[in-house]
């Protein structure tokens, strides 16, 4: 075999290539395709538009539609019926000096995109050879020159980038040929054979290859932890005791003798305070927290109404239990808490009459399990160590992270709690979990605000009861966007707790970022932001101040205004708020002092040195540092 040593250079210029650093893995692929063919292009520029393949817009952006606060789209769409969107552009210049340029979220005004042809050519997937661009009517082309270079439109070849499922996933478009002449058919012919080479090139045979077998490794691996996190037969029996109480294995009992040894074990829910706001996790283990967790689904009813086995309810709290690692904050104690909380807004705070019994359950369980195989470190972290995580999820890393977790569990029928629904109920359920687990990323939280308070808003004005379940109940959206935000007031739960329980957990949380901020220091080399600064402890006080300020306050607020039942959250919110900003004034009172009994010795210093160096006396520099 022989190597075209011709070739090198080339492909060393499209690696070494800055702007290939800034492209996805895909993109790559189609830069490495055309930047290799170039020179067979008879062009003098050439761009390629890429296409969102997003084919539906995520929940919390369809939440306006819905609402009809924002008109549905009505834009041209790909024949597949995704929106036309261009997220990239790359541009490449052959004439002259040769360059790429990389036009990421491009404005429709970009002079690629302004004359509507690339959007055409997505929309109907037809090939577009204009010989006189500057005369057409139709496709009115931008006029003289483009950039600073100088270079104009004159003829236009635009062709779709079809992938082998058929789907356009970019337009490449060639402008002016180098002879100066028309593009002909026989450009046509080269540019099809290469924009299709190109669509092939995104998920080629090798490609889906490869994601067979990353299929396959992902089974045996998802096998594998599940082996590892399952509640095992001797866990199983620290709950349901049949050994001990009646000498039998769990599957030689009816489910008559299971609910009732399940239910002696489990604990008193007044005793622990289940039911309260103020409820704190500190004096109770973590093993009883898994059985407060079955009492919770026994007090909403779930369990008898939709038939969960007591062996699988067992299991699957323990699981859930299992799946969350043992770090400083996002651990069982969290996910327990958040869960508590859920129940005690559905129950206590009375917002269950929005909710049937089956939503309601699938609620709490979605709380339980919302931080599931949290590893202790942020969203950013995931994306600037470039883990794993953040290559399989575009947004939201950490959120979908947890929600794919809690589906696998579902998936195992042994600890699916809902194995006794009907197929739409499940299918129901499931959604519930996306949105609620996804809608605890406080990045979303921003977007959801507005939307919730209009709700708030609206039944403040209502006169009765029936007309404000009526006005919440008959729109799907209005209840989502309320569990979304019912999913962050549980999540930040934790800052509207007694003093005692919000010191030492706000510590907690505290640690963990710091804990992070250290890998910052040393796996990235980065220096943290204040809030994961170790060395910026003191200012812990400030910062909370600032989180209940601009996050948490909003939340309690509305929720006491919509719920007077929930004011115990907001009442508490407000004490912590007091006993922090305390501790941050006098933290401002002492660097205060300090800095003027700095400046004092400065000043000090600064008259000694004047008086000494009049006096030209001897080692001045090290008296006076003696006295600092
Ligand atoms: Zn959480």
Known sequence: ???????????????????????????????????????????????????????????????????????????????????????????????????????????????????????????????????????????????????????????????????????????????????????????????????????????????????????????????????????????????????????????????????????????????????????????????????????????????EKFKVPAEVLTKWMYTVRKGYRDITYHNWRHGFNVGQTMFTLLMTGKLKKYYSDLEAFAMVAAAFCHDIDHRGTNNLYQMKSAAPLAKLHGSSILERHHLEFSKTLLEDESLNIFQNLNKRQFENVIHLFEVAIIATDLALYFKKRTMFQKIVDATEQMQSDDERIKYIITDQTKKEIIMAMMMTGCDLSAITKPWEVQSKVALMVANEFWEQGDLERTVLQQQPIPMMDRNKAEELPKLQVGFIDFVCTFVYKEFSRFHKEITPMYDGLQNNRVQWKTQADAYDEKMKALEELNKKHENDVGVKKGTEGREDNGPTKSKTCTVL
Not at 196 to 216: A, H, I, M, P
Not at 246 to 257: H, P
Request: aromatic letters at 10%; charged letters at 25%.
């Open 1 to 303: 075999m022989t190597t075209d040593l011709s070739s090198f250079p080339q492909i060393l210029l499209w690696c070494a290539n800055k702007v290939f650093e800034e492209l996805t893995d895909i993109e790559r692929q189609f830069h490495k395709a055309l930047y290799t063919v170039r020179i067979y292009l008879n062009c003098e520029r050439y761009s390629v538009a890429l296409l969102d393949m997003t084919k539906e817009k995520e929940f919390y952006e369809q939440w306006p539609i819905l609402l009809g606060e924002v008109p549905p789209y009505k834009g041209p769409k790909t024949p597949d019926g995704r929106e036309v969107n261009f997220y990239k552009i790359i541009d490449y210049i052959l004439l002259g000096k040769e360059e790429i340029k990389v036009i990421p979220s491009p404005p429709v005004d970009h002079w690629s995109l302004v004359s509507g042809l690339p959007t055409y050519v997505a929309e109907n997937g037809f090939i577009c050879n204009m010989m006189n661009a500057q005369a057409d009517e139709y496709f009115i082309f931008q006029k003289g020159p483009v950039d600073e270079t100088g270079w104009a439109i004159k003829n236009v070849l635009s062709l779709p980038i079809v992938n082998k499922k058929e789907e356009i996933v970019g337009v490449a478009t060639f402008y002016n040929r180098t002879d100066g002449r028309p593009f002909d058919e026989y450009d046509e012919q080269i540019t099809e054979t290469l924009t299709q080479f190109l669509g092939w090139s995104v998920l080629n045979t090798d490609t889906y290859d490869r994601l067979n077998k990353l299929e396959n490794r992902k089974d045996i691996a998802q096998e594998m932890l599940m082996y590892q996190l399952q509640c095992t037969p001797h866990e199983l029996q620290t709950i349901l005791k049949t050994k001990e109480k009646l000498n039998k294995n769990v599957d030689e009992c009816e489910e008559k003798e299971l609910v009732k040894i399940l239910k002696e074990e489990l604990p008193d829910p007044t005793a622990l305070e289940l039911y309260e706001f103020h409820f704190s996790d500190l004096p109770v283990s973590e093993h009883e927290l898994i059985k407060s967790g079955i009492r919770l689904f026994v007090e909403l009813n779930a369990v």
